[in-house]
């Protein structure tokens, strides 16, 4: 096994952790405060420099910040008004609000990404962005992020994105 591959198989119980971290604590587009702090301390825990906005609840991280070409990488981070039924030891506490389209696997997913791009950051050349967008359920949080410049300072060339299916 090669050691990029051992190295991600490695981190099968830590993005196990965090998913189940932020599915117990969903919350609805713009209203994500917590998942924010969730998230900049998984950032500051992994080494990755960070901004957040006044106006919302996204957050942008670099890698290599400033390299000539940039890659976005984004995953939305809002749950949707669902009462979750399950019996689960990481199920919803926030009652009427639930991790129901995967949010929590994409942030997690973005995470673990964040983890394998940062160890091996002198090995590329390029910037990578990680936004983690508000509000994709409901009202828009990535037109308010373009607003305030996330995809400039640098300029992204190319953005990648995935959805789970549950």
Request: net charge negative; with cysteine.
């Amino acid at each position: 096994m090669n050691s990029l591959t051992s190295k991600i198989k490695n981190l099968k119980s830590w993005l196990i952790d965090v998913r189940r971290d932020l599915h117990k604590t969903p919350e609805l587009g713009l209203e994500e405060f917590l998942t924010k702090e969730k998230i900049i301390k998984y950032l500051e825990e992994i080494g990755i420099d960070y901004t957040t906005y006044p106006n919302h609840t996204g957050v942008m991280a670099y890698i290599n910040k400033n390299a000539k070409n940039t890659v976005a990488i984004r995953a939305d981070i809002d749950a949707l008004p669902i009462v979750e039924t399950n019996n689960k030891s990481y199920k919803s506490i926030h009652n009427g609000k639930m991790h129901a389209c995967g949010h929590d696997g994409h942030t997690t997913i973005l995470l673990g990404v964040a983890k394998i791009l940062n160890k091996y950051k002198a090995e590329f050349s390029g910037t990578v962005k990680l936004i983690f967008e508000p509000a994709e359920e409901t009202t828009g949080g990535a037109k308010v992020m373009i607003e305030e410049g996330v995809l400039e300072n640098p300029k992204v060339d190319v953005m990648c994105g995935l959805h789970v299916e549950e």
